[in-house]
């Protein structure tokens, strides 16, 4: 059975049916709405919900350096 499962696996990965997969999961760090700063520590969560509250579509990135955490949202992480 884990010959079957090793075949399988090969087979997409040569096929390149397990790419788009692999490279469009989302990456969990950065926050695009304010759900998801509600799950970041109390100095973080503040600073996240005034960037993702912007007029124009940003995103906060807590792992970044300071000053470096709110970018503009174009749909990449």
Known sequence: ????????FSA???TG???PFALSHPTGHEARIKAHCDKLPMPERNAC???VARPV???YHPDY????RCRPDNGKP
């Open 17 to 19: 049916m397990a790419v």
């Open 1 to 8: 059975m884990k010959k079957l499962y090793a075949a399988l």
């Open 65 to 68: 350096p300071p000053g470096a």
């Open 57 to 59: 579509k940003h995103h």
């Open 49 to 51: 919900i005034q960037c």
């Open 12 to 14: 997409a990965l040569v």
